[in-house]
C-alpha cells in the first residue's frame, strides 16, 4: 500500500514567469496555501514513501453550481456573459485524467514530492473560450478580467502554473494539456447520466441542466476519438 497525499499550486507565491518545479522554494501567501505546505512537509516527515502531489483540477461539481467548469457550461447555456481572469494562470488537469495519472504513478511506486496538473498553464479567461470553443458556443460571453482588481478575493498570486517534466518522465508518455479535446471530451458526464437527467426531480436536474448541452455538444463534436467518459458526478 502506498500513502498518497493531496496538496496544492498554491504552496507558491506566483510571482514567476515560469512554471514551478518541485525542486523550487516553496512561499504561499495565503493561510491555505501555509497549511497545505504544512502537510506535504509533515507527510514526507512522518512517512519517506508516502507520496505526495501537487495538483490544480475541474470538473463538474456535484451541485452543478460550485466549479469554474459549472460557471462557463451555464453561462455558455443561458447565454449569459461571464468574466475570466487573463492574470490569474494554472495548470489545471481534469479529474479524469487526475485519476489516470494518480494510478499510473502509484502502479510505477513512485514516492516523494510530484506535481499532478495539465501540461499547459492556462489562464481563467483562456479556459472560459476553450470551453465555449469546444461546445461551439458564443465565445464573446466570455470577457476578460484582472484578479488584480478584484480586492474582495485572497491573495493567491497571479502565476500557479506547476512544470511536469517529473511526472512525463516517470510515466514515460505525454501529460495531457487543459484544452485537448479528449481531455474536454471526457469531462465528468455519461450518457446514462444524462439520461437519467431527463427523469430527475429536484436539486438533481438543476445540476443536470448545464451538463446536458455542454455534453451533447462534445459528443457530437469529439467522442470518435475519444476514451470513454468517467461515471459520477
Known amino acids: 500500500a502506498r500513502f498518497v497525499h493531496f496538496s496544492t499550486d498554491a504552496v507558491f507565491d506566483g510571482k514567476s514567469n515560469e512554471p514551478y518545479g518541485e525542486g523550487d522554494v516553496a512561499s504561499p501567501q495565503s493561510v491555505y496555501g501555509q497549511t497545505k505546505l504544512q502537510g506535504e512537509q509533515a507527510v514526507l516527515a512522518a512517512n519517506s514513501q508516502a507520496l505526495v502531489f501537487r495538483t490544480n483540477f475541474f470538473g463538474w461539481s456535484q451541485s452543478g453550481q460550485k466549479g469554474i467548469l459549472d460557471f462557463f457550461a451555464r453561462g455558455i447555456e443561458t447565454g449569459t456573459a461571464m468574466t475570466g481572469f487573463s492574470d490569474y494562470i494554472v495548470s ?23 506535481h499532478l496538473t495539465s501540461s499547459t498553464p492556462l489562464s481563467k479567461y483562456d479556459f472560459g473560450v476553450a470551453v465555449a470553443q469546444a461546445v461551439r458556443g458564443d465565445v464573446s460571453l466570455v470577457h476578460q478580467g484582472l484578479l488584480a482588481e478584484q480586492s474582495m478575493l485572497g491573495n493567491r498570486g497571479h502565476n500557479l502554473g506547476l512544470s511536469v517534466p517529473k511526472l512525463h518522465e516517470l510515466l514515460g508518455h505525454p501529460i495531457p494539456s487543459t484544452i485537448q479535446n ?8 455519461t450518457a446514462s447520466n444524462l439520461s437519467n437527467a431527463g427523469t430527475a426531480a429536484g436539486t438533481e436536474a438543476e445540476a443536470f ?25
Do not use: C, H, W
Request: proline fraction near 4%.
Open 92 to 114: 489545471s488537469l481534469y479529474m479524469g485524467d487526475l485519476f489516470e495519472l494518480l494510478v499510473e504513478a502509484v502502479m510505477k511506486e513512485a514516492t516523494g514530492l510530484i
Open 182 to 189: 479528449a481531455q474536454l471530451v471526457r469531462m465528468n458526464a
Open 209 to 233: 441542466k448545464a451538463k446536458r448541452t455542454v455534453f451533447k455538444a462534445l459528443v457530437d463534436v469529439n467522442l470518435p476519438n475519444a476514451r470513454a467518459p468517467y461515471l459520477g458526478g
